[in-house]
């Protein structure tokens, strides 16, 4: 290949945050060099690190596999406009959450278990009950929170402060919110090893402009691989959540998730167990209890690991539509929306005995 027809390829990577340009019209692609069969492009970043490095590096090698299958790909990063030009660096600190009482991961063994529904209505109940609370999106593959939050055509505001740059969430509901989902396009894949996605989701906690919280909530994504490992050793978590369903084959995943988190080398304190989708009530008959996927699975598991049952959260109708319409359930005085409260104050209770400790 010439080096002509790799910028031609990098026309399809576009900088979410610049209004959608690519990264050749914005003059990021310092080099590309074609030798026996690998590809090195080296992009360019101002003199401090993009917020979406780790998304732009990923773009990049994925254009060109794209339309050249096979084709070894490197991508090098460096620093423009200083006097030395040095590798880009991932040099993020604990300032930004030094004010932040809790931290705690909202997590599940299996997906479709309705995990990010909870940690939306959760981050919502909280507030209600006059905590200062954030909710960091970490579920990079699948970022759901500006839907269920109706901030999907909003985008943080980035700024420099000093040799820093800092990303200031949006505010709605009364909680602070960020995600990757407010830097891609909705039906845009991110198509990212590990490192990478670790590296972009440090970001979207580290460096974003939380201020003081009593509560910082991560949807974590399901399963319990690169994300997961590092969120529990590189982010001080005060402990976490774990949600599931009553369903037999869910709860045998989310013993995996339990586990992981109750590993020598995690040794993080479970707070409490969520049972989702516990019964399903018709909205007209708010009496009745059909146990669609099986009933008190949650209940027996969190009794059999000595977890407290946190809340049953039943199937209601509303849920599902007061998410897909960006105004989370938890705003509610409906029985769902008041189930969420009881289930915010037992988190509150749970965590007080960790006030003031660093786990």
């Known amino acids: 290949m010439k080096q002509n027809e790799i910028m031609k390829m990098l ?12 990264i050749v019209e914005l003059g990021m692609v310092e080099k590309v060099e074609c030798e026996d069969g690998k590809v090195t492009v080296t992009l360019a970043f101002s003199r401090h690190r993009d917020p979406l490095a780790e998304y732009l590096i990923g773009s990049t090698k994925a254009a060109i596999i794209r339309h050249a299958p ?5 991508v090098k990063t460096i620093i423009r406009d200083e006097a030395k030009k040095k590798p880009a660096g991932l040099d993020l600190g604990f300032d930004e959450i030094s004010k932040v ?15 990010s529904t909870v940690a939306v209505n959760l981050a919502v109940a909280l507030a209600r009950l006059g905590y200062k609370v954030g909710l960091a999106d970490a579920d990079v593959y699948g970022p759901s929170v500006p839907k269920m939050t109706g901030t999907e055509n909003d985008q943080p505001q ?3 402060e000093g040799e820093k740059e800092v990303i200031m969430p949006l505010e709605k509901y009364g909680v602070k919110w960020m995600s990757i989902g407010y830097f891609a396009k909705p039906e845009q894949a991110l198509i990212w090893r590990g490192p990478m996605a670790c590296n972009a989701l440090k970001q979207m906690i580290l460096q974003v402009r939380w201020g003081e919280l009593d509560f910082l909530l991560i949807d974590m994504p399901p399963g319990t691989g690169d994300i997961h490992i590092s969120l529990v050793h590189d982010i001080p978590l005060t402990g976490a959540v774990i949600v599931t369903t009553p369903q037999a084959v869910a709860l045998a995943d989310v ?3 339990v586990n992981m988190f109750r590993n020598e080398s995690i040794r993080k304190p479970i707070f409490g167990l969520v049972e989702n989708m516990a019964w399903f009530t018709p909205e007209e008959l708010p009496e009745n209890r059909y146990y669609i996927f099986g009933k008190d699975g949650g209940r027996e598991m969190a009794d059999r690991y000595g977890i407290p049952l946190l809340g049953q959260i039943p199937i ?6 007061s998410g897909d319409g960006g105004e989370p359930a938890a705003l509610s005085d409906r029985p ?12 509150a209770e749970a965590v007080k005995p ?6």
């Open 11 to 22: 026309y399809d990577v576009q900088h979410p945050a610049k209004g959608d340009k690519n």
């Open 70 to 74: 096979g084709t070894e790909v490197e």
């Open 101 to 115: 009482r809790h931290i705690i991961g909202v997590a599940s063994g299996k997906g479709g278990v309705g995990k």
């Open 158 to 160: 980035a700024f420099l």
């Open 255 to 257: 013993e995996k998730g």
């Open 316 to 321: 209601v109708q509303s849920i599902r539509e």
């Open 336 to 347: 769902d929306g008041l189930a969420f409260i009881d289930l915010a104050g037992k988190l």
């Open 354 to 359: 960790f006030d003031g400790k660093s786990e």
